[in-house]
């Protein structure tokens, strides 16, 4: 809930105490049901927005920029998005994982799974990894949630990430990195 302008924010009003009150007869009062809750900087990665996430007193958080804007919000939710990638369940994903372009590259979904991309490159991931999906693999990389055209050179092969759906990575183009031309 915000007072007179975006970026001041009260806090957060859950729909599920309002319902409860008025299934009581209350009267609406939404600043009695206004929770405070933790303002993050985007720039914060996505381990440490989970801590602050813990410790709040509700499972959300207001992001805000460098300049105090309101950026949105995020939850527990966002994050293990951010980290593993969407399951494709949840996605009811039609389109492939991976597609081999001309060059010899590889346009990725960034929920595809790490082992599987792997196979597909001809690479051998490190036994002993804190991630499951190629969006994982740019996060462990970075160690930060990423912005489009943010790459990083791994495991021989050069990573880009060339489409984000909010702040989630939903396409990476890979390229053996002993290829690239330079620019």
């Known amino acids: 809930m915000a007072e007179g302008h975006p970026d001041n924010m009260l806090g957060v009003v859950q729909a599920r105490e309002l319902l409860a009150a008025s299934l009581r007869d209350e ?36 992001v805000h920029d460098e300049y105090g804007h309101f950026d949105g919000v995020v939850t527990p939710a966002d994050i293990l998005d951010a980290i593993a990638g969407v399951f494709r369940s949840d996605e ?31 690479i051998a991931l490190p036994e002993r990894r804190n991630y499951e999906t190629v969006a994982g693999l740019m996060i462990g990389e970075l160690q930060h949630l990423p912005n ?36």
């Open 92 to 122: 009811g994903e039609t389109e492939p994982e991976a597609v081999m372009r001309e060059d010899g590259s590889w346009l990725l979904a960034g929920w595809m799974p790490a082992d599987e991309m792997a196979e597909q490159l001809g």
């Open 27 to 62: 009267p609406l009062d939404i600043r009695k049901h206004i929770r405070k809750a933790p303002i993050i900087p985007d720039t914060l990665d996505a381990l440490d927005a989970l801590e602050v996430l813990r410790q709040a007193e509700v499972p959300m958080a207001l």
């Open 148 to 183: 489009a055209g943010e790459a990083v050179e791994t495991l021989g092969w050069r990573f880009e990430v060339v489409d984000l759906d909010g702040r989630r990575i939903d396409k990476v183009l890979a390229s053996r990195a002993e290829n690239r031309e330079a620019a």
